[in-house]
């Protein structure tokens, strides 16, 4: 398949995906695998107006520990679009792991130090919204299997002492006493 019916598919993917988690979703006119080709100021705006539009408290983005150049650009304009200014909302900004990109990436290897244990109904969902990307997912014994998937979830748990859980790097992580917000 050509490159625009690759992007409109997966473009359609993130919209159902957004509608199971009853999440907002804007999409950047960005080129897939080729975000080095757009000025790193672009995609900064373009993570900035999401912040402005939004004013979210958490921002999850890729890790820079990431293989995909893509990702590492968008985890540094993420960086970029959420500096701790005066009137912010971002208190957090967190990156996860793309299981067969993250564990790859030559520069450095990916550290969580923010783990989210998942209920029961969390590791369904996620499910659900993994079976809407199946296109991406890959057979055994792939890192981006449903079963190797399935033990990451169960490995990032262990290591909290918990079922299941997702793993964060700390990006940054503001916190204001009760009373000294700005």
């Given amino acids: 398949p050509d490159s625009e019916t690759v992007r409109d598919h997966r473009a359609a993917c993130a919209r159902k ?23 790193r100021l672009h995609i900064t705006q373009t993570v900035e107006q999401a912040v ?10 890729h890790s820079t520990a990431d293989l995909s150049h893509d990702h590492q650009l968008v985890a540094a304009a993420t960086a970029a679009a959420t500096r701790p200014q005066p009137g912010t909302t971002v208190r957090t900004v967190l990156a996860w792991e793309v299981r067969s990109a993250t564990e790859w990436g030559p520069e450095r290897a990916f ?16 499910r659900q919204a993994l079976d809407l990307y199946s296109s991406e997912l890959r057979r055994r014994p792939h890192t981006r299997s449903v079963q ?12 909290i002492g918990v079922e299941a859980a997702e793993a964060f790097e700390v990006i940054r992580h503001v916190h204001h006493p009760l009373g000294a917000e700005q």
């Fill in 17 to 39: 995906v957004a509608e199971l988690y009853g999440a907002e979703l804007t999409l950047g006119d960005l080129p897939d695998n080729a975000f080095d080709t757009v000025g």
């Fill in 52 to 61: 402005r539009e939004w004013q979210p408290t958490i921002v999850y983005t």
């Fill in 111 to 126: 550290r969580p130090t923010w783990f989210q244990a998942l209920t029961p109904a969390a590791v369904a969902l996620r």
């Fill in 148 to 159: 190797a998937l399935d033990a990451q979830l169960l490995t990032r748990g262990a290591q």
